[in-house]
């Protein structure tokens, strides 16, 4: 089993403000959300039907499922719908305007 380790994912000026970006890290699906210069990392699938969340909309703090509607805080990953239901959420930090994930 592999270790769990600070991975990076992209550089700072690659990520806008209030936008969506998938990127592939250790075959994982990861959603980069950039909101009030805070940077959120989530699983990229809903856990409904495993949508791809990066087709969805930021409402806010909460990130909307194109394909049914279902709502999650990206501060939590928490889906509004039932506190049992989460995504994963990763740390994530930035060095020498760089954003590394812990995955």
């Not at 980069?32 to 959120?40: A, C, G, S, T, V």
Request: with cysteine; proline share 2%; charged share 25%.
């Amino acid at each position: 089993m592999v270790e769990p380790s600070w991975v990076f994912a992209l550089n700072v000026g690659e990520l806008k403000e209030h936008t969506l970006k998938l990127i592939e890290i250790k075959d994982r699906s990861v959603l980069l959300i950039k909101k009030e210069d805070k940077i959120y990392a989530l699983s990229n699938k809903c856990k409904h039907m495993v949508c791809p969340l990066s087709t969805g909309a930021l409402e806010g703090h909460i990130l909307r499922c194109s394909c049914h509607g279902w709502r999650y805080d990206i501060k939590t990953g928490e889906y509004l719908g039932s506190r049992d239901i989460t995504l994963k959420v990763y740390d994530n930090m930035i060095k020498n305007a760089r954003t590394y994930i812990y995955i």
